[in-house]
């Protein structure tokens, strides 16, 4: 699937509950965007530790997302941001869950005020959430 956003806008931290949890390879092909990876895994060692990656249509670069992460994205520059998502299942709107978006000081690009989705708002800080993984 893909998801178009506007510029300036932030996106995130998504993920989709077990049973249905997947991984994904994700790449921005129209647009640039800073992408952020959350691991939600409590048994990993990188448990609460993010990795920030930039992706646009010329570097043509993509990350890969392992099941028991949140991810998200601010998108850079003045176009939209066409992001492309390959999942090993399908996407179930119901069954998707997040942590707010700027939880663990993330050092996202923007300086200013920021545009972010109504219900990425709500989603409840880092050390309020209790991992499913």
């Given at each position: 699937?893909?998801?178009?956003?506007?510029?300036?806008?932030v996106?995130?931290?998504?993920?989709?509950?077990?049973?249905?949890?997947?991984?994904?390879?994700?790449?921005c092909?129209?647009?640039?965007?800073?992408?952020v990876?959350?691991?939600?895994?409590?048994?990993?060692?990188?448990?609460?530790?993010?990795?920030?990656?930039?992706?646009?249509?010329?570097?043509?670069?993509?990350?890969?997302?392992?099941?028991?992460?949140?991810?998200?994205?601010?998108?850079?520059?003045?176009?939209?941001?066409?992001?492309?998502?390959?999942v090993?299942?399908?996407?179930?709107?119901?069954?998707?869950?997040?942590?707010?978006?700027?939880?663990l000081?993330?050092?996202?690009?923007?300086?200013?005020?920021?545009?972010?989705?109504?219900?990425?708002k709500?989603?409840?800080?880092f050390e309020?959430?209790?991992?499913?993984f």
């Amino acid at each position: 699937y893909y998801a178009i956003a506007k510029p300036g806008v932030v996106r995130g931290m998504h993920f989709q509950l077990p049973p249905e949890d997947h991984d994904k390879l994700i790449t921005c092909i129209i647009g640039e965007i800073q992408d952020v990876v959350i691991d939600l895994r409590k048994d990993s060692k990188t448990f609460g530790k993010y990795t920030v990656v930039d992706l646009d249509e010329y570097n043509k670069n993509l990350i890969y997302i392992s099941k028991g992460c949140a991810h998200g994205y601010y998108i850079k520059g003045k176009r939209d941001a066409l992001v492309y998502y390959k999942v090993t299942k399908p996407f179930i709107r119901e069954l998707r869950g997040g942590v707010h978006w700027n939880s663990l000081n993330i050092p996202w690009d923007f300086k200013d005020e920021v545009e972010v989705e109504s219900e990425d708002k709500l989603w409840p800080k880092f050390e309020e959430f209790d991992s499913p993984f």
